[in-house]
Nanobody, 131 residues
Framework: QVQPVESGGGSVQTGGSLRLSCVAS????????VGWFRQAPGTEREFVAA????????SYADSVKGRFTISRDNTKNTVYLQMDSLKLEDTGIYYC????????????????????????WGQGTQVTVST
C-alpha cells in the first residue's frame, strides 16, 4: 500500500508562494491518482486539488483555481502542489492522499475529488499564511 509523506509546508506572508511535495513509499505512485486536501482549525477537511495517474487530468477547488497548480513526476514518485498568491484563508494542514482504485480512476485516467475515494493519507504539513 502507498504511504504518502508530505513536506514543504511553512509560514509565508499573503501573496507569497510555497511548494508542497508528496513522496510515496511502499509502492509506486505511477498508476495512482493523488489528491491534496486541507483542514483549518474548527473546520472539516476540504478538497484542494487532484491529479490523475498520468498527470493528464486535474481538478481544483474553485477557491484555489488560478493560484494553485498540481503536478507529478512519476519518475521521482512525487506529486507537487505549487501554491501562489497565498491568502489568509489558505492556512491549514495540507494532506496528501492516494487513491489506488483502478475502477474507474485508472481506466478513465481521471482523479477522484471525494475524500472517501482515497485510501491512503499522509500525516499532513502545516501551511500558515499571515499579513
Amino acid at each position: 500500500q502507498v504511504q504518502p509523506v508530505e513536506s514543504g509546508g511553512g509560514s509565508v506572508q499573503t501573496g507569497g508562494s510555497l511548494r508542497l511535495s508528496c513522496v510515496a513509499s511502499g509502492r509506486t505512485l505511477g498508476i495512482i491518482s493523488v489528491g491534496w486536501f486541507r483542514q483549518a482549525p474548527g473546520t472539516e477537511r476540504e478538497f484542494v486539488a487532484a491529479i490523475s495517474w498520468s498527470g493528464a487530468n486535474k481538478s481544483y477547488a474553485d477557491s484555489v483555481k488560478g493560484r494553485f497548480t498540481i503536478s507529478r513526476d512519476n519518475t521521482k514518485n512525487t506529486v507537487y502542489l505549487q501554491m501562489d498568491s497565498l491568502k489568509l484563508e489558505d492556512t491549514g494542514i495540507y494532506y496528501c492522499a492516494a487513491c489506488s482504485r483502478l475502477e474507474p480512476y485508472y481506466y478513465n485516467d481521471s482523479p477522484p475529488v471525494d475524500a472517501h475515494e482515497f485510501d491512503s493519507w499522509g500525516q499532513g504539513t502545516q501551511v500558515t499564511v499571515s499579513t
